[in-house]
């Protein structure tokens, strides 16, 4: 449609609703209405002494914790935290990675078996493998997926996504990430990377971005190494907020840091003092797929929906960070924030060069820094090699190398149609060979670049190190900074 569904200039509050409006309005209550006519269950869909731990043999483990409609365990005894606790605990140098889903998945989904093939996949590295790493995945199960009827799922939108929200804003899933992470940092060696995908990626991403301000000032690592955001279907208010804040309380400067291993990328440094951060080292990262028609096409017109059910006309007018512009906020609420021209700031684009050896991309990138932010993928475009073989319990095979390609991630420049904010929070844009739709994360070219990502957070040192992890919480605004004595 062309015509404005509510004023776009903040200064009044609005003109009556257009016949298109009301249209529209209509047909979003039907819709509405039977998407909610799906009821997700109550209770915990693994009931039993250990029935979440869902592989516990000498490649992996991986164990799932659900949660209801509002945040809360769906285990009210908490049984499913604590047998994923004990498990963990008793595991050397984990590699606990935690997954949320996210729209139309559930605790039995065909994304579980997805992730079995992820975990099989990074089990069988060569670096896991010589760093004597265990892997443990934790998949959080939500009621994604209320509505069992081929097609008519898709009404279910809006209600899913206030499912989701109501579970980033309640405080459990946080506190079983709080815990998985202090269990594992338990041991020495250990890292902790959470992914969310989709609705999903709201989660991780609000629960990310609460948790960096409520640890503001603090000497505290956060309870995440790196955490990775996979066509996050979530608006962007809360985004523009941190990116604005982020722009605010760091200083940004071209030259690489003294030691860098990667040669690329600049540094920041907190206003009001502290350590200084590597571009080349990411630790919040949200990536996203240029042909994802859920976020790009469907996320607008289910807010507008929204946003015409709830009867919400009027607008703020919000500063868009870096520049001296105002725009109305509905501009971030009706866009995801890979799709926001205000707030992406990488992007990825084909260069040249190859690789050699018998590995494919996701080895050999996992084995070696990418200098220059390069990266390869090896797989033809849609292949899940890795994926496919967990939804059989199969385990996990290396990806075809008949397609090798070089990319590389760029910092986007002011001409291009996004005006790119230079802070510690990389917003990225990938071509459909990497990640085909909504749905295609765990291609084995995604696998490839999430390697990679992993490898620019922890780069290889002489003698085969890695760097230790760096993760970061808000410094202090310089006029709050305590003046010494």
Known sequence: MNAPLVNLNGAKAADSPSSESVLLAFIALSLILLGLFGCASIGPTYEGDRSNILNDDRHYKLAAIEFGELGSYADASQGELNNTIQLLKSTERPLLVVYIHGWLNNAT????????????RLSQSRQVKIHRYNVFGVYFAWPGKTLEI??????????????????ASNGDCLDAIEKLSQTAR???NNYVFLIGHSFGGLILERTVEHTLRTLQGQNVRPPWDLALMLNPASDSVLTRQLVSDL????DYYPNPLPGNRLRWGGHFVPKSGGDPIAESQPTVVEVQSENDTATGTVFPIGSKVGV??????????????????????????????????????????????????????????????????SFFTSAPKGSDTAAQA?????????????????????????????????????????????????GGIWSDNNMALMATIFRMHRPILPNNVTAPARSYVLPLPVELKRKPN
Do not use: C, M
């Open 186 to 188: 338990l041991r020495e």
């Open 308 to 373: 015409i059910v709830n009867g919400h006309w009027a607008w703020n007018q919000v500063a868009v960070p870096r520049t001296q512009q105002w725009v109305s906020e509905r501009a971030f609420y009706l866009s995801t924030p890979g799709n926001d021209r205000y707030l992406v700031n990488y992007k990825v684009v084909r260069s040249r060069g190859t690789f050699s050896g018998n590995s494919d991309a996701f080895d050999y990138n996992l084995e070696h820094n990418p200098v220059g932010a």
């Open 109 to 120: 989904s065909g994304d579980v078996g997805n992730f079995k093939g992820f975990l099989s």
């Open 247 to 250: 722009y605010s309380l760091y």
């Open 390 to 438: 967990g939804r059989h319990s199969r385990t996990a095979a290396t990806a075809p190398k008949t397609q090798p390609q070089t990319w590389q991630i760029q910092f986007v420049v002011d001409h291009d149609k996004y005006i790119g904010v230079h802070v510690p929070f990389w917003i990225v844009r990938v071509p459909s060979e990497i990640i085909d739709n909504h």
């Open 150 to 167: 081929p097609y008519l799922d898709y009404l279910t939108f809006w209600n899913r996504k206030q499912a989701a929200e109501r579970i």
